[in-house]
C-alpha cells in the first residue's frame, strides 16, 4: 500500500473515530504483538470532539521526542519491521536528522588540515556500520520529521504534545527520547560569558570551533572523558590548554589511579597541563565582554579566551514529569521493556531510568551504546512478541588523538563494573587492560587499543 493510501485511510479512520467520541489510536501491530498482554497500551474514551485537521502530524500512531542516537536507532528499528511508513513521526530540537552525537566532542573538532567529521558522514547509524540515514531516508521511509521545534507540553489523558512553534500532535504510543541538557556553571559565575561553551549538539560545536580558530588560551572544566577528548582536539589545534578539575586525578568514576596516571603523562607529553584539585570561583570577562581569566578557589587565575565546560549533563525529563521520575540516579522511570507507568509511553537512552538486571539495581547510562541498544530494544517489545527484559552489558569507549599528523592514537573500552580489587597487565605500550575482580568474579575490563577479536573475547567472559 503507498504511503499516499495508507494517510487517506488513516485520516478517515480518524475522522470516524473522532466523530463517535472514542480514540483509535491504538497501534496496529501485528497480530503477535496484539496477542502480548504485557506491553500495556490502553485506549481513552472521550466526552469531548476535537477535528482532525487541529493536528499537526498526518502520522499518528507512533511518535518519538528527540533527534540523537536513540531516535535515529529506534527509527531504523520500525523501518526494519515495516511499521515507519505513514506512521512514525519524529519531534526533534535539532536542526539535521539524528546523528552519532560522540563525534561532536571527537573528529568535528578537528582543523580543518585534519580531515574533521562533518554531516552527512555521521548520521545514524554508521556508528554501528548500519545505512547512513540522511534527511532523504526519513523520505523515502514516510518518516514524517518535525525539526527544530521541541515540545514544551504533553497531555497524557488526550494524548497529545504541543511544541514551542503551538504545533498540536496527535500520538498512539510515545517514545521519550530526549537525552541530556549538559551541566551549566551558574550565570553570576560567569558560565554564560562570551567565549564560555558547552557541547550538546552540532550548533554548540561550531560555536566552539569559531572560537578555537580565534583561540590562544583554552581551559577546559572537567576531568571527564568529555574534558579528555576536548583537550585532545585542542591540542590538534596548536593551542596552548590546561584541564581543571577537582579531583585527584583524571576520570575517577571509572580509571584506577595508576591507569589515570599513564594517560596524565601521555596529555603532557602532547602539550596539556593540569589543574587538579582545582574549583572555579568564576569566570572574568574583558573590555570586548568574551572571557579573560578563569579564577579558582584558592585565588589563582588562569588566562583563557576559550574555556569549554565538561562536568557533567542532566536527563532532559521536561516536559514528562507527569510520565514518572526516578529519585535515586534521575530520569524516566521505566521496566525492562522500557515502558513508563503510563501505559503506551516509553522512554529510551539517557533518559531512562531502567532495571540493570546483571547488577540488580537501577541505573541511567549516558553513552551511545545504551541509546542504540535501548531503542532497538524498545521498538521491538512494542511492535512484536518479545517480551524479553532489556539484559545489559554496560560499555563505554572513547578516542582521542585521532586526527592526521597525530603521533599516535589512542582508544579504550570499558566493559562492566569498576567494583572490587583491580589486576592491570601490560605498559601502556600501545596496550593496557585493567582488570576488575570481585569475590572471585570478573566485574569489569577495560582495554587500551584492544583489536575487535580481543574485544569479543572479553564480552563472551560475561555472556558465555
Known amino acids: 500500500m503507498s504511503s499516499v493510501r495508507r494517510r487517506m485511510m488513516a485520516n478517515l479512520a480518524n475522522s470516524v473515530c473522532l466523530k463517535h467520541s472514542v480514540s483509535l489510536w491504538f497501534p496496529h501491530q501485528s497480530p503477535a504483538a496484539h496477542r502480548s498482554s504485557s506491553i500495556g497500551f490502553r485506549t481513552f474514551r472521550r466526552s469531548y470532539v476535537v477535528s482532525s485537521s487541529s493536528f499537526s502530524n498526518e502520522n499518528r500512531e507512533f511518535v518519538i521526542v528527540g533527534g540523537g542516537n536513540a531516535a535515529g536507532y529506534a527509527a531504523r528499528t520500525f523501518v526494519e519491521h515495516g511499521m515507519a511508513d505513514g506512521r512514525l513521526a519524529i519531534v526533534s530540537k535539532e536542526a539535521h536528522a539524528p546523528y552519532e552525537r560522540p563525534a561532536l566532542t571527537k573528529g568535528y573538532l578537528f582543523p580543518l588540515d585534519k580531515k574533521p567529521a562533518r554531516l552527512p558522514g555521521f548520521h545514524t547509524c554508521v556508528g554501528s556500520g548500519g545505512e547512513r540515514q540522511t534527511p532523504d531516508w526519513y523520505k523515502e521511509n514516510g518518516i514524517e520529521m518535525f525539526y527544530e521545534d521541541p515540545v514544551s507540553n504533553i497531555d497524557i489523558e488526550k494524548q497529545t504534545l504541543t511544541t514551542n512553534s503551538g504545533k498540536l500532535l496527535k500520538y498512539g504510543s510515545l517514545i521519550v527520547a530526549t537525552g541530556c541538557t549538559a551541566s551549566r556553571l551558574p550565570e553570576k559565575i560567569g558560565g554564560n560569558l562570551p567565549g564560555v561553551h558547552y557541547i550538546r549538539d552540532i550548533a554548540d560545536a561550531d560555536a566552539l570551533i569559531s572560537s ?4 590562544k588560551k583554552v581551559v577546559v572544566v572537567g576531568g571527564g572523558y568529555i574534558g579528555m577528548e576536548v583537550a585532545a582536539a585542542a591540542i ?3 593551542l596552548d590548554t590546561t584541564i581543571v578539575f577537582p579531583e585527584n586525578y583524571l576520570l575517577p ?4 589511579p595508576s591507569l589515570a596516571r599513564r594517560y596524565e603523562e601521555f596529555y603532557q607529553q602532547n602539550g596539556v597541563k593540569f589543574l587538579k584539585g582545582a574549583s572555579i570561583k568564576n569566570l572574568e570577562a574583558g573590555v570586548d565582554g ?3 581569566y578563569v579564577k579558582l578557589d584558592d585565588g589563582s587565575t588562569l588566562e583563557a579566551d576559550t574555556v569549554i565546560i565538561g562536568i557533567g549533563a542532566k536527563p532532559a525529563v521536561s516536559p514528562f514529569e507527569r510520565v514518572g521520575l526516578e529519585s535515586s540516579v534521575g530520569g524516566i522511570q521505566v521496566d525492562g521493556l522500557f515502558r513508563t507507568r503510563v501505559p503506551g509511553i516509553f522512554a529510551v537512552g ?3 531510568a531502567f532495571p540493570l538486571k546483571m547488577y540488580d539495581r537501577i541505573a541511567r547510562v549516558e553513552h551511545v551504546d545504551h541509546a542504540r541498544r535501548s531503542a532497538q530494544h524498545c521498538v521491538k517489545a512494542l511492535l512484536s512478541a518479545q517480551t524479553g527484559t532489556y539484559d545489559y552489558l554496560p560499555s563505554f569507549y572513547s578516542r582521542v588523538f585521532e586526527y592526521e599528523g597525530s603521533p599516535r592514537k589512542i582508544w ?3 566493559f562492566g563494573d569498576n567494583v572490587g580489587e583491580t589486576i ?5 605500550d600501545p596496550k593496557i587492560a585493567t582488570f576488575w575482580i570481585d569475590s572471585g568474579k570478573l566485574k569489569g575490563v577495560l582495554l587500551e587499543s584492544g583489536s575487535p577479536e580481543v574485544h569479543f573475547v572479553l564480552f563472551t567472559l560475561f555472556f558465555g
Open 212 to 215: 578555537l580558530e580565534k583561540a
Open 236 to 238: 590538534g589545534w596548536n
Open 253 to 256: 568514576r571509572l580509571f584506577t
Open 290 to 292: 568574551r572571557v579573560t
Open 350 to 352: 539517557d533518559v531512562a
Open 412 to 414: 579504550w573500552q570499558f
Open 424 to 428: 592491570e597487565v601490560g605498559n601502556f
